[in-house]
C-alpha cells in the first residue's frame, strides 16, 4: 500500500508539473525545451571537448604551418581542396566559407582544441533552434517539438558535430534552413517583401559558398518563389525577385575562375571534371536506395549502429544484421495495422502551397540521397558509412515534410484509433530518442578515452608555450616521444607517401615553434610518459658536469 502511495504521489506531482507546463505560452514552452535540449546535448557531447584533431584536421594544421595571421589563413587557404599538399584531392570542391571559418577558428584558438570542439556544439545548438523556430511557425504540436529533439539527438550526427573539419556543415545547414524558413514565409503567410527577397538572396549566397549542394537547394528554392509568382499572375520582372536565383551562376562563375588559377585543365578540365559525375547519375539507382535504408535504420535503430575510432568515426550496422530484419519486419506489420485505421487525404494536396511545399522538401531530400550514392559509386560502398553524418540534410528535410503533412492533416487517422495510435507515436518516438541520447554518450565518451593521453599532453605543451612565447627567441624541440605511438597511423602513412619526416603529430602541431638546430628549451617523455621541460643551457651545464 505505501508503495502505491507514494508512486500516486508521484502521479500527481508529474500531472501537476504537466498541466503547469501545457498552461504555458508557446514561446515559453519553446524557450522551456530549447534549454533542455540544449542541456542534455552538452552532458551528451561534453567528453568529446577533451578530444584532439583527427584525420583531414591534422592535414590542415600542417598545410597551414607557416601562417599566423588571420589574412593569411583566407586569403591563402579558402580553396583548401586545390592548394592542400598533404593528402590531396576532392579538387571539385569549392568551399571558401568552410574554410574561412577553419582560418579563422585557427587564428583564435590556435592548439587549444577544446574551443573547437565547443565551437560545433554552438553552431549545433544555433541550428537547433531555428529548426524548432521553423517547426514551430509550421504546426504548433507536441509533434514539432519531439521531431526536433529527434534530429538534435541523432546519434548519425556525431561527426558532423565532434570532428572540427566539417562544422561548417553545420553552417551550411544554418544558412539553407533560415532561407528556407524565409521562402516558406514568403510563400505560406504571404510575406512579401524586398527586404525578405534580400535575406533569402543573403542566405543562399553563403550557403552556397559554405557547401556546393546550396546551388541544388538554392535552385530548388528559386524555382519554388518563381512558381508562386506565376500563379498569382506577377510577372515579377523586378530585379529584387531575380536576386534570388543570382548565387547560382555568381558560385559557378568564381568556382571555375579558382579552378582555372589552381588547375592545369581550364574550362576543358572543369566541364570534364563534373560531366563524369553528372554522367553516373543514371548508374546510381540502387544505391540511393541502399543510402536512403542505411539512413534511416541507422536513426530509428541507433543500437544497430557499431562505430570504430580510426581517423574518422565509421558507422557499421552491418553486425546486428539478423536484429535488424527481426525489427523492420516488426515494425513492418505494426505500421500496416496502423495504415489500416488510417486515411490518406489526398485532396490536402490539391491545394497548390500545399503541393509545392511538400514537392520542394521532397526533391531536395532526394537530392542529398542521390548526391552521397553518386559519391558511393566514386568511391566505393565504404563511403556512405564513413559519411553517414550526411543523412542530417536527409532527416532536416523529411522532418519538415513530416511536420508539414500533420499541419495539413494528410494523414487522418480514423476517431476510434486517434487517441491509441497518437500513443503508439509518441512512446515509439521517446524510444528512438533515449537510445540515440544515449549512443551519443557512449559515442562521446569512446572518444574521448581514446584521446584522452594525446589531449593531455597537448594541453600540457601548450600551457607551456602560453607562459613562455612571449619570451625572447622562444623555441624548444623534443628530445623523444617517449612511449607514445603515432596518434593516427593513417596520418603516419599520408606522411609516408609525401616522404616528409615528421616524427610525430606533436611536430605538426606545434611546429611553429620548434628549432631543431639551436632549441632554447628542450621537451621530453619519462616511461610514463609525463612532460619534461627544461631550458637548453641548463640541459648543456648537466651534461658538462655530468663529465
Known amino acids: 500500500m505505501e508503495i502505491i502511495e507514494r508512486l500516486s504521489g508521484f502521479k500527481n506531482h508529474f500531472s501537476f508539473i504537466y498541466d503547469k507546463f501545457v498552461s504555458l ?34 592535414c590542415y594544421w ?23 599538399v598533404y593528402n590531396s584531392g576532392d579538387v571539385f570542391l569549392f568551399r571558401p566559407i568552410l574554410f574561412i571559418l ?22 549545433y545548438l544555433v541550428f537547433a533552434w531555428i529548426l524548432l523556430v521553423f517547426l514551430l511557425k509550421i504546426d504548433k504540436s507536441i509533434l514539432s517539438f519531439m521531431l526536433c529533439t529527434f534530429f538534435v ?15 561548417g556543415y553545420i553552417l551550411f545547414m544554418i544558412f539553407m534552413a533560415s532561407s528556407l524558413y524565409l521562402s516558406y514565409r514568403y510563400v505560406q503567410e504571404k510575406l512579401r517583401s524586398k527586404s525578405v527577397i534580400l535575406a533569402i538572396f543573403l542566405f543562399n549566397l553563403l550557403a552556397i ?24 499572375n506577377k510577372s515579377s520582372k523586378s530585379f529584387s525577385f531575380y536576386l534570388v536565383s543570382i548565387p547560382i551562376p555568381l558560385y559557378i562563375l568564381v568556382n571555375f575562375l579558382d579552378f582555372n588559377y589552381y588547375s592545369a585543365g581550364g574550362a576543358k578540365g572543369f566541364i570534364s571534371l563534373y560531366s563524369g559525375y553528372i554522367y553516373k547519375i543514371f548508374e546510381c539507382t540502387v544505391s540511393l536506395l541502399y543510402t536512403i535504408s542505411l539512413w534511416i535504420c541507422a536513426a530509428i535503430l541507433p543500437f544497430t549502429q557499431r562505430s570504430h575510432i580510426g581517423s574518422r568515426f565509421v558507422f557499421d550496422i552491418h553486425h546486428h544484421f539478423e536484429i535488424i530484419f527481426v525489427v523492420v519486419i516488426i515494425l513492418s506489420l505494426i505500421l500496416l495495422l496502423i495504415i489500416k485505421k488510417i486515411k490518406f487525404n489526398l485532396p490536402a494536396l490539391k491545394n497548390y502551397n500545399h503541393l509545392s511545399f511538400v514537392c520542394l522538401n521532397v526533391i531536395m531530400l532526394l537530392s542529398v540521397a542521390l548526391i552521397i550514392a553518386l559519391r558511393m559509386i566514386v568511391n566505393g560502398p565504404s563511403y556512405v558509412n564513413i559519411s553517414i553524418y ?10 519538415v515534410t513530416i511536420c508539414y503533412l500533420k499541419k495539413i492533416n494528410f494523414l487522418e487517422i480514423k476517431s476510434n484509433y486517434k487517441k491509441i495510435i497518437n500513443r503508439i507515436i509518441f ?8 537510445l540515440n541520447i544515449i549512443n551519443l554518450h557512449l559515442f562521446s565518451s569512446r572518444l574521448s578515452r581514446h584521446y584522452k593521453q594525446y589531449y593531455d599532453q597537448y594541453y600540457t605543451i601548450g600551457k607551456i608555450i602560453d607562459r613562455h612565447k612571449n619570451s625572447e627567441d622562444f623555441s624548444f624541440s623534443f628530445l623523444n616521444y617517449g612511449n607514445n605511438p603515432e596518434i593516427n597511423q593513417w596520418l603516419n602513412n599520408v606522411k609516408r607517401k609525401m616522404g616528409k619526416n615528421e616524427k610525430y603529430s606533436l611536430s605538426l602541431l606545434f611546429n611553429q615553434y620548434i628549432n631543431d638546430k639551436n632549441p632554447k628549451y628542450y621537451i621530453s617523455f619519462d616511461e610514463n610518459n609525463h612532460i619534461n621541460f627544461v631550458r637548453a ?6 651534461a658538462n658536469a655530468s663529465k
Open 25 to 58: 505560452s508557446t514561446t515559453h514552452k519553446t524557450i522551456i525545451i530549447y534549454l533542455l535540449i540544449s542541456a542534455i546535448t552538452i552532458f551528451a557531447y561534453y567528453p568529446t571537448f577533451f578530444t584532439t584533431f583527427r584525420a583531414d584536421q591534422w
Open 62 to 84: 600542417a598545410d597551414t604551418n607557416n601562417c599566423n595571421s588571420w589574412f593569411d589563413l583566407v586569403t591563402k587557404f579558402y580553396s583548401y581542396n586545390r592548394v592542400r
Open 102 to 123: 577553419l582560418g579563422t577558428e585557427k587564428f583564435f584558438f590556435g592548439y587549444h582544441q577544446i574551443y573547437w570542439q565547443i565551437t560545433g556544439v554552438v553552431l
Open 153 to 167: 539527438f541523432l546519434s548519425t550526427n556525431f561527426e558532423m558535430v565532434t570532428w572540427q573539419h566539417i562544422n
Open 209 to 232: 559558398f559554405t557547401h556546393e549542394l546550396g546551388v541544388i537547394f538554392s535552385f530548388l528554392i528559386f524555382i519554388y518563389l518563381l512558381i508562386d509568382n506565376i500563379k498569382r
Open 390 to 399: 550526411y543523412s542530417y540534410m536527409f532527416w532536416f528535410f523529411a522532418i
Open 427 to 434: 512512446l515509439a518516438l521517446s524510444l528512438i530518442i533515449i
Open 537 to 542: 643551457d641548463a640541459k648543456q651545464k648537466k
